[in-house]
Antibody, heavy 121, light 107 residues
Framework: QVQLEQSGAEVKKPGASVKVSCKTS????????IHWVRQAPGQGLEWMGW????????VSAQTFQGRVTMTTDASINTAYMELSGLRSDDTAVYYC??????????????WGQGTLVTVSS | AIQLTQSPSSLSASVGDRVTITCRAS??????LAWYQQKPGKAPNLLMY???TLESGVPSRFSGSGSGTDFTLTISSLQPEDFATYYC?????????FGGGTKVEIK
């Protein structure tokens, strides 16, 4: 079965960077985009972007352009999201997610368990 | 970016009630809308896509409708496991965007 397993919680200081991993299993890794979505405490969902493991192409929300780097390592079926220049309002749970299928790549069916990133001095 | 406005932001209802949540897009998105359910401490769960297509395994008491700018999610008879927060999401145009959420609480 499809599984997305994320790395553990992180505490970072303002201005630092954080890199969250998303290890996948149960499907052909290069066949599906990996999306990143975040959720600040008590707030709604915010889409950050996706990375295509087949070639590494990305699309990201303008809000994060210049600060977010999404990459993959197909040898270990893992996607990464690195966010730089952290601010206190980047404190959130960060999720990786995958579409249901190739034709429904933008419907987020499979989700990781989430990674809490806390930004605090 | 396309803004999605959900209403109400919260509601209280009883088991067995019919509940309707609306989602309005700031511009037309055809039928490119999905609905998610999220319970506290958990990742969202995809309920519906293409505005009205029920995801496999989702109970038939959930239904969706709409196209263009106005959409609704209806729960025909609220069950205890349905108390959660619901989000709409448009996938017509980048960036993908979500509504602000509707929290369904027990009355």
């Amino acid at each position: 079965q499809v599984q997305l397993e994320q790395s553990g919680a992180e505490v970072k200081k303002p201005g630092a960077s954080v890199k969250v991993s998303c290890k996948t299993s149960g499907y052909i890794f290069t066949g599906y985009y990996i999306h990143w979505v975040r959720q600040a405490p008590g707030q709604g969902l915010e889409w950050m972007g996706w990375v295509n493991p087949n070639g590494g192409g990305t699309v990201s929300a303008q809000t994060f352009q210049g600060r977010v780097t999404m990459t993959t390592d197909a040898s270990i079926n893992t996607a990464y999201m690195e966010l730089s220049g952290l601010r206190s309002d980047d404190t959130a749970v960060y999720y990786c997610a995958r579409g249901w299928g190739v034709l429904r790549a933008l419907n987020l069916y499979y989700w990781g368990q989430g990674t809490l990133v806390t930004v605090s001095s | 970016a396309i803004q999605l406005t959900q209403s109400p932001s919260s509601l209280s209802a009883s088991v067995g009630d019919r509940v309707t949540i609306t989602c309005r897009a700031s511009q037309g998105i055809s039928s490119a809308l999905a609905w998610y359910q999220q319970k506290p401490g958990k990742a969202p769960n995809l309920l519906m896509y293409d505005a009205a297509t029920l995801e496999s395994g989702v109970p038939s008491r959930f239904s969706g409708s709409g196209s263009g700018t106005d959409f609704t999610l209806t729960i025909s008879s609220l069950q205890p496991e349905d108390f959660a927060t619901y989000y709409c999401q448009q996938f017509n145009t980048y960036p993908l965007t979500f509504g602000g959420g509707t929290k369904v609480e027990i009355k």
